[in-house]
């Protein structure tokens, strides 16, 4: 039977579903990571390197191109429509690379803040000095509003050329069509037994379907 760690009566009353899946996705996390040994944990982090490669070069855009505009537009006024409560999917995979790069301590900070969070409509990550994961979702990574893909992207093709090079480029992760890391990463806690309402890639209809259609195109040869 799946292993889903369940919270404590109190806890699951006064917590929200959002929460409560984020939470439960951490503690498996921390719990299965936590019993590898260093060689394992050594091979996973390796698995890992070529999308942390990724990461780093949309980040790397991101702040030479979009800083000013989300300076101006958002942070200095408060007002940033990205980082809305619960308005981002966070795949299993992403929690596992945030736990993977993150230390016992940033680990400790993201429990906290998802079993004291006090409501309000900004997501329950996001603080004073901004993002709590040490990696953020995917998703946030790759979200930019339309008032800056205008200002940006639209007045330079050759900028909108490169953010159309890094959209393909996180589909070689993230859409399963062929093997994919993040569903990778999922099976490795489906197969010790654990399961999440976060694991989009054994549990979303759409993208089933999509793995679906890929292994009847590409059907494994018998060994
Ligand atoms: S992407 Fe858009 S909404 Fe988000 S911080 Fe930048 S300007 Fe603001
Ligand atoms: S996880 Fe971080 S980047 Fe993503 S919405 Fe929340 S605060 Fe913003």
């Known amino acids: 039977m799946a292993k889903s760690l369940r919270l404590g009566f109190q806890a699951t009353m006064i917590m929200s579903e959002y929460n409560r899946d984020q939470l439960e ?13 260093r060689s394992r944990i050594g ?3 390796r698995w890992i390197q070529p999308y942390l490669r990724f990461r780093g070069d949309v980040e790397d855009f991101q ?9 101006q537009r ?15 999917v966070t795949f299993f995979a992403d929690v596992v690379i945030n736990v993977l790069l993150s230390s016992t301590r940033e680990v400790a900070a993201l429990l906290r803040i998802l079993s004291q969070d006090r409501g309000g409509f900004k997501c329950v990550y996001l603080t004073e000095n ?4 040490h990696m953020k979702p995917i998703v946030c990574e790759m979200f930019l509003c339309k008032h800056a893909k205008d200002a940006v992207l639209e007045k330079d093709s050759s900028l909108r050329t490169q953010w159309e090079k ?15 890391l993040l569903d990778k990463l ?13 694991m989009y890639f054994h549990h979303s209809p759409g993208l089933l379907r999509v793995k679906n259609l890929s292994v009847k195109k590409h059907p494994k040869k018998p060994a």
């Open 186 to 198: 999922e099976e490795l806690f489906i197969r010790a037994g654990f399961d999440s309402p976060l």
């Open 25 to 37: 996705a951490l503690l498996m996390v921390r719990q299965y990571l936590g019993g590898l040994s």
């Open 63 to 71: 702040k030479k191109h979009f800083s000013e505009i989300c300076t």
């Open 74 to 88: 958002c942070f200095a006024s408060h007002t940033s429509a990205c980082c809305n409560r619960e308005g981002i």
């Open 130 to 133: 901004g993002c709590l994961w």
């Open 43 to 45: 091979q996973i982090k």
């Open 166 to 180: 890094f959209y393909r480029r996180e589909r070689r992760y993230t859409w399963p069509s062929t093997p994919v």
